[in-house]
């Protein structure tokens, strides 16, 4: 996972999702796929796209997108995977900013990771949720620090890998 973290490609997915993930039968071997809406971050990914269930407060407020809103949505992803619902209610909501507001409301409190769904889940695992779904763009991880997170190192199939990608042309 360095070779991954120690090559800045500049590329933002845009559109991390569940549905976006594809998960083998053993729950070892994820996949991003739907790169449709990535964008290279130098050439700017100011248009609003995406799913709004999964936008972070800043863009659904009108900021551009960046690599903490990816984040964002992969904190929203783990919280679905872990206790089978999002933690906010996109549906409920009249509007990007309303849902935005929701969003913050409850962000500033944290999400509460308890409940069945979460009592065999390790400190690890709800630390990464926790980083990832931070209010505050700068205060979430970046990828590398993710994917090489204590949690993730920790797992029994420790030999997981990566797969180095090359960088894309222009």
């Known amino acids: 996972s360095s070779d991954v973290c120690s090559s800045d490609l500049g590329i933002i997915h845009r559109d991390v999702k569940a549905d976006n993930v594809l998960v083998d039968a053993q729950m070892m071997d994820l ?3 739907d ?3 990535a964008q290279r971050v130098a ?3 100011l248009t ?9 407060p800043e863009v659904l407020f009108g900021e551009a997108h960046s690599e903490g809103s990816d984040i964002w949505a992969c904190g929203l992803c783990l919280h679905l995977m872990i206790a089978g619902t999002l933690p906010f209610a996109r549906s409920l909501c009249s509007s990007h900013a309303e849902f935005g507001r929701v969003v913050l409301r409850h962000s500033c409190a944290r999400p509460k990771l308890s409940g069945r769904h979460w009592e065999t889940v390790s400190k690890q695992c709800k630390d990464v949720v926790h980083r990832c779904l931070e209010v505050s763009q700068e205060e979430r991880p970046q990828a590398c620090e993710v994917l090489t997170s204590d949690w993730l190192c920790e797992l029994p199939a420790a030999s997981w890998e990566v797969p180095v990608q090359s960088r894309p042309t222009e």
């Open 43 to 45: 050439s700017g990914a």
């Open 35 to 37: 790169f449709n809406t």
């Open 48 to 56: 609003m796209t995406g799913t709004a269930d999964y936008m972070p």
């Open 31 to 33: 996949r991003l796929v």
